[in-house]
Nanobody, 121 residues
Framework: VQLVESGGGLVQSGESLTLSCSAS????????IGWYRQAPGKERELVAA???????LYVDSVKGRFTVSRDTVKNAVYLQMNSLKPEDTAVYYC????????????????WGQGTQVTVSS
């Protein structure tokens, strides 16, 4: 199953964006999907993830601001981002992941192109 990110853009601090991750196949067949981001000069990090069912995880820096959800009819996963901050600026990627023992791990394989999110102060 291929995943393609979209929805990034340039916003001001405090504004919102919703990112979309569209799957080429049935997302019910995917154990978990994670949203990751990479800021310039930094390593890629997990931001939020959702496993089959309702299990979700958020990194502390986005808790209460970001919400991950999935639509099994549209075969898509979304990342609703509210109260954006300049430190949220990064390229955001969605990736098939493995949910295991309370954590999410990106599966091997190439990453997509991602979608750029830029938050101005």
């Amino acid at each position: 199953v291929q995943l393609v990110e979209s929805g990034g853009g340039l916003v001001q601090s405090g504004e919102s964006l919703t990112l979309s991750c569209s799957a080429s196949g049935n997302i019910r067949s995917i154990n978990a999907i994670g949203w990751y981001r990479q800021a310039p000069g930094k390593e890629r990090e997990l931001v939020a993830a959702i496993a089959s069912g309702t299990m979700t995880l958020y990194v502390d820096s986005v808790k209460g601001r970001f919400t991950v959800s999935r639509d099994t009819v549209k075969n898509a996963v979304y990342l609703q981002m509210n109260s954006l901050k300049p430190e949220d600026t990064a390229v955001y990627y969605c990736k098939q992941s493995l949910y295991y023992s309370g954590s999410f791990y990106p599966l091997d394989g190439p990453w997509g192109q991602g979608t750029q999110v830029t938050v101005s102060s």
